[in-house]
């Protein structure tokens, strides 16, 4: 039996008639093969330079096809990937009913219409607290799958988890952009003055809040994401309304970096989904 402690080369005649009978050579195989094996045994391979390396190269790349089939596939794939997802969201748009469309288009005309009215000294007070209202509503509606009833559609369904999530973000988070874009143009139609910083307070908390919401779910429900996001927010913007720090909580620029945050926190919470997806999709 060959010794599991010796080294290899193996260089004693007994070592390698053991190496041969262990891969099951005859007594007569062994003898004609023992000469081969030995010289075999004392053969160094030569380093290859670099030069030949290169040379090898240019060999084998004249025999490999320009076009390759497989980085097409793999191409077409990820355009297949980017149409399945909006069609995806397409056949999703069913589960949000009519007064999901409804009510979030209503509180988006409410806050042109009192913005143009200027009932409020502040015109940016009820977009900052209408806006994230879209996210909170969004929110919940997207991710209510145990009240909905269809927890055992979405198990037998090929999209994974995953894909039924990003689907949902994109119909949510593209509705309200939808929506706030809808508003700068009702709102530069009606001649209102600093539309783009009426926009921005509307959308960026919209995607704070959104951001947020969908952070927290990974330890919490979805409705108490939701409403705790809503919450934090409705606190810090009536804080900043009556304090002293309002120019800078409600700033512009701030604004801008509220809804960076939220973008942050999707992305955050889009890669650590997968542990908690199951919850996501059917918690109530």
């Known amino acids: 039996m060959l010794d599991p402690q010796s080294s290899w080369p193996i260089a004693r005649p007994e070592q390698l008639i053991d190496a041969l009978r ?3 050579a005859t007594p007569e195989e062994c003898a004609d093969l023992l000469p081969a094996v030995q010289r075999l045994s004392e ?3 030569p380093q290859p330079a670099p030069a030949d390396t ?4 240019v060999a084998l790349s004249a ?3 320009a076009f390759s089939s497989i980085r097409q596939a793999i191409r077409e794939q990820r355009q297949h990937r980017v149409i399945e997802l909006l069609a995806l969201a397409r056949a999703q748009v069913s589960l949000f009913g009519p007064g999901f469309w409804l009510v979030s288009a209503l509180i988006t ?3 042109v219409v009192v913005v143009l009215s200027k009932v409020l000294p502040d015109q940016g007070l ?3 607290a209408s806006g994230p209202l879209l996210a909170y509503l969004g929110t919940i509606v997207a991710f209510r799958g145990r009240r909905a009833q269809i927890l055992e559609l979405e198990l037998a369904c090929l999209p994974s988890p995953l894909q039924l999530t990003l689907a949902r973000l994109v119909i949510v988070l593209g509705y309200d952009i939808g929506l706030s874009l809808a508003l700068s143009l009702a709102l530069w139609a009606g001649g209102t003055e600093q539309v783009l910083a009426l926009t921005l307070t509307f959308l960026m908390p919209l995607l704070l809040v959104a951001g947020l919401a969908l ?3 990974l330890r919490l429900s979805v409705t108490a994401s939701a409403g705790l996001s809503y919450g934090l927010w409705l606190t ?5 309304t009556i304090s002293h720090l309002q120019e800078f909580l409600l700033a512009p620029v701030l604004s801008v970096l509220l809804g960076c945050i939220g973008l942050v926190g999707l992305a955050i919470a889009l890669l650590r989904l997968p542990t908690s997806m199951h919850r996501l999709l059917h918690a109530s």
């Open 54 to 57: 290169r040379r090898l190269l």
């Open 43 to 45: 053969w160094q391979a």
């Open 109 to 111: 005309l409410i806050g």
């Open 22 to 24: 262990e891969q099951g």
């Open 215 to 217: 952070l927290l779910t």
């Open 236 to 240: 810090v913007l009536a804080i900043a």
């Open 63 to 65: 025999a490999l096809p």
């Open 126 to 128: 009820v977009l900052r």
